[in-house]
T-cell receptor
Framework: DVKVTQSSRYLVKRTGEKVFLECVQD?????MFWYRQDPGLGLRLIYF???????EKGDIPEGYSVSREKKERFSLILESASTNQTSMYLC??????????????FGQGTRLTVV | DQQVKQNSPSLSVQEGRISILNCDYT??????FLWYKKYPAEGPTFLIS?????DKNEDGRFTVFLNKSAKHLSLHIVPSQPGDSAVYFC???????????FGPGTRLSVLP
C-alpha cells in the first residue's frame, strides 16, 4: 500500500521560530510537492522537487524553503514562522511532474498553528 | 482574484439522490480539469478528470460535465451515499502545462 507520511499531524510554534515539516514517501517517486490549504483558497503549491537536491518554486514560495537530500524525504522549512503561515500543509509524491497531479499521492496533512 | 471558483461552500443531499457540485473558472486557457475528494484528517484523493476536448467523462457513479463556452464544470454523483460526505475540490491547468489552480472546495453532506 502506497504511503506518504508527514511527521506531525498537529504543530504549534511561536512567531519567529524555525519550523521543519517532514514528509517521507515509500514509493520511490522522483517528484514531491508541498501545498498549503486554507479556507476559501483551496490548495496552493509552495515548492516542488523533481529529483534529489532539485527544487522549484511553486505559486507561493515566499517565507518557505525546502530540502531534498534523499529521494524519499522532502522537507518544508519555515525560516521564521509568522502567524499568516498558520495553515494545513499537505505533502504529495508522484512518479510524474506536478502538471500530472492526478497520479499524485497525498499525505494526511500537518495542521500548523503559529502563535 | 480567484481563477477557479466554487461558489457553494456547502451542499446537503439526501442519500440516493443526485449531488451536483459546481465549479467556474475565468481563464480561457485552462484545458484540463480534475476533481478531488478530501475527508477530514486525510490527504485529497483524485476522483475524476476531464480534458477540454471532451464535454463529459464518466466513472461509475461520478460524471463530470464541461461547458467551455460558459467556463463551467460540474460533478454529478448518482446515487449519493453517506460515504461521499467530504470536501470536493476542482482544479484546472492551462495548456502551457503550468501548475494546477484549485478552487476553494465545497463540503458535501449526504444525509441518510
Amino acid at each position: 500500500d502506497v504511503k506518504v507520511t508527514q511527521s506531525s499531524r498537529y504543530l504549534v510554534k511561536r512567531t519567529g521560530e524555525k519550523v521543519f515539516l517532514e514528509c517521507v514517501q515509500d514509493m520511490d517517486h522522483e517528484n514531491m510537492f508541498w501545498y498549503r490549504q486554507d479556507p476559501g483558497l483551496g490548495l496552493r503549491l509552495i515548492y516542488f522537487s523533481y529529483d534529489v537536491k532539485m527544487k522549484e518554486k511553486g505559486d507561493i514560495p515566499e517565507g518557505y524553503s525546502v530540502s531534498r537530500e534523499k529521494k524519499e524525504r522532502f522537507s518544508l522549512i519555515l525560516e521564521s514562522a509568522s502567524t499568516n503561515q498558520t495553515s494545513m500543509y499537505l505533502c504529495a509524491s508522484s512518479p510524474y511532474p506536478v502538471t500530472v497531479l492526478s497520479e499524485a499521492f497525498f499525505g494526511q496533512g500537518t495542521r500548523l498553528t503559529v502563535v | 482574484d480567484q481563477q477557479v471558483k466554487q461558489n457553494s461552500p456547502s451542499l446537503s443531499v439526501q442519500e440516493g439522490r443526485i449531488s451536483i457540485l459546481n465549479c467556474d473558472y475565468t481563464n480561457s486557457m485552462f484545458d484540463y480539469f480534475l476533481w478531488y475528494k478530501k475527508y477530514p484528517a486525510e490527504g485529497p484523493t483524485f476522483l475524476i478528470s476531464i480534458s477540454s476536448i471532451k464535454d463529459k467523462n464518466e466513472d461509475g457513479r461520478f460524471t463530470v460535465f464541461l461547458n467551455k463556452s460558459a467556463k463551467h464544470l460540474s460533478l454529478h454523483i448518482v446515487p449519493s451515499q453517506p460515504g461521499d460526505s467530504a470536501v470536493y475540490f476542482c482544479a484546472a491547468r492551462d495548456n502551457y502545462g503550468q501548475n494546477f489552480v484549485f478552487g476553494p472546495g465545497t463540503r458535501l453532506s449526504v444525509l441518510p
